[in-house]
């Protein structure tokens, strides 16, 4: 968690994007608390509103909860300035109005910066998170594939998968087999 302790040697971070999603965050919540594995969830404005109980029950399970703006767009650091405010403001209000949690870190759709994007970020008292292992499950590679990516992390990497923005039964297929073997290799999992 962010201003923490230092994370342990053997840790890596699951986070969980582009929800809340009324069928796969709840299923995602029963197999992270089934293996006591704490998750960021980078979280859409517009996908919290009418998801409010469940952008709430990632709260209540004591995960992390991001700013993943409002929209989603993927060219958020091409936007005038105003445009990002609203982008990053709009989503960090409907987040903290249905949880009552602010959040701390921002990721930016795709992983897009800019330098103007870096300082609207820092304005909003938000800290930018990336991440180093993308298995692309969005793209719905097949469970094999994201399995195989994933297994391959290294301690201190953060993982990127989605909960979110579609059908994920791949990824929540996978995440069946990969958070055992992680934990069976002796990995810790953290929260941002």
């Known amino acids: 968690m962010l201003g923490g302790p230092a994370f342990p040697s053997h840790a890596v971070a699951l ?38 109980s469940v952008a709430r029950s990632v709260v209540a399970a004591g995960h992390n ?12 650091p091409t936007l005038s300035s105003p ?11 409907k987040i903290h109005t249905a949880t009552g949690f602010t959040p701390r870190l921002f990721r930016s759709p795709g992983g897009s910066w800019s330098s103007e994007l870096f300082a609207k970020t820092a304005q909003a008292g938000l800290v930018p998170i990336d991440w180093s292992d993308d298995p692309r499950d969005w793209s719905r590679p097949g469970v094999a594939s994201i399995v195989s990516h994933l297994l391959a992390a290294k301690p201190g990497q953060i993982l990127l998968c989605h909960d979110g923005g579609g059908d994920r039964s791949q990824t929540y ?10 934990l069976a290799k002796g990995y810790t999992f953290v929260s941002l």
Request: glycine letters at 6%; proline letters at 7%.
């Open 65 to 76: 909860v991001a700013n993943h703006t409002y929209s989603h767009l993927t060219d958020l």
């Open 173 to 182: 297929a996978a995440l069946q087999t990969v958070i055992p073997a992680l």
């Open 83 to 93: 445009e990002m405010n609203k982008e990053i403001g709009w989503a960090q209000d």
């Open 15 to 52: 986070t969980l994007d582009d929800g809340p999603h009324p069928v796969w965050t709840p299923k995602m919540l029963k197999l992270l608390d089934k293996y006591h594995v704490p998750a960021t969830f980078c979280l859409i404005g517009n996908q919290v509103r009418g998801h409010e």
